[in-house]
């Protein structure tokens, strides 16, 4: 059969110039130009394609077929040529000018956290401290998250979380300028009114996290993981799901004791020492490693070392995400936690 009325043969052909658009595809570097039309004999030989790619873009009518050919040739070169030039290199991106990363300890032999949490753990609980009655709760924090394509880096924001038992509340948002790039400081001193951006929620519209937390560190323990079940198994999740219950409570002394020890009781936590947080205070940090979407990331949660409040939440990059010039180790996301209260009804 002559190739110009080879219908499998173009078929195949085309689908190898498709292919080539992506370079980045994993264990599958793009063809050679001039090896195309090779590969698709090649591959035609003694067995038909999985479908008619060629048929369903070749409109019905004579004399179609030389036009076609050299169309699907023109469709390969335009394809590979830029293809074959960019093996081997990162799509271009814009400058990653995340914040820097904080200091810890960061040795590959650092020691298990269990013995600084229990110590914690014990500290806490003989404190006397409780929340102040009130029927809202407040959090106040600062954020900021990482564009990891590579864009421009995102902004910070300042947060305001007020809510109460029946789901109702009031969240501030105030936009903060962007942070020096590699600088750890950058809490903003106060709160610029006119930039305020409310959002309120009506009864049950926000859900609460753990909305009861037991003072019992085996109750605690099966609540913080019915939060986000990969607790179970998964020392960063607990992290996280410890961050978000810090991010919505203001816990009492007897209740940070509970949480201290469920972390105490958590294997693959490390201990990273004594850490300044972005907002100058000094704090005792854990972290665990962990893979999310194939990328590698580092938790890391600093608590202060007198009262067991949560200071700050840090997650590191410890590996590329995929079509990323992003650098490793970068930081990925922050949260400094300012305070917490509760309260009669919201304030200014």
């Known amino acids: 059969m002559d190739r110009l009325d080879d219908d499998a043969y173009f078929d ?62 023109a469709v390969v070169f335009v394809i590979a040529v830029p293809v074959t030039l960019l093996r081997g290199r990162t799509p271009a991106t814009a400058p990653y000018d995340a914040p820097g990363l904080l200091r810890y300890a960061d040795g590959a032999a650092e020691p298990p956290a269990r ?27 600062q954020t900021w998250a990482a564009d990891l394509t590579g864009g421009p880096a995102a902004a910070p924001f300042r947060e305001e979380l007020w809510w109460q038992a029946d789901g109702s509340g009031t969240r501030l948002r105030v936009p903060l300028p962007g942070q020096a790039p ?22 049950g519209e926000l859900r609460i996290p753990v909305p009861r937390v037991d003072l019992r560190p085996e109750i ?80 890391i949660l600093v608590f202060d070392p007198v009262d067991g409040r949560l200071l700050a939440y840090e997650q590191i990059l410890l590996s590329r995400p995929a079509r990323s010039s992003v650098p490793v180790p970068s930081l990925a996301a922050y949260t400094v936690f300012l305070g917490s209260t509760r309260a009669p009804a919201p304030t200014a």
């Open 115 to 141: 013995t600084t949490l229990a110590a914690l753990s014990a500290a806490v609980g003989r404190l006397t401290d409780e929340p102040p009655a009130g029927a809202y709760t407040r959090v106040r924090t």
């Open 12 to 73: 195949r052909m085309l689908r190898d110039g498709i292919s080539a658009v992506d370079p980045w595809s994993p264990g599958d570097e793009p063809p050679d130009p001039l090896d195309l039309l090779d590969r698709a004999d090649a591959r035609h030989a003694g067995r038909g394609p999985a479908g008619r790619l060629w048929q369903r873009l070749r409109p019905a009518r004579p004399g179609f077929t030389l036009v076609a050919a050299a169309a699907a040739v």
């Open 220 to 299: 605690l323990a099966g609540e913080l993981i019915a939060e986000n079940p990969d607790a179970a198994h998964d020392p960063a999740a607990m992290l996280r799901v410890v961050e978000t219950l810090f991010g919505w409570h203001d816990l009492g002394a007897p209740q940070r004791s509970a949480v201290l020890r469920v972390l105490a009781d958590t294997d693959g936590l490390v201990d990273r020492g004594t850490v300044v947080d972005r907002a100058g205070r000094t704090g005792t940090a854990v972290s665990a490693d962990g893979t999310d979407a194939g990328v590698s990331k580092r938790d």
């Open 182 to 203: 590699g600088s750890t400081r950058g809490v903003d001193p106060g709160w610029a009114a006119a930039a305020v951006q409310p959002t309120v929620f009506g009864v």
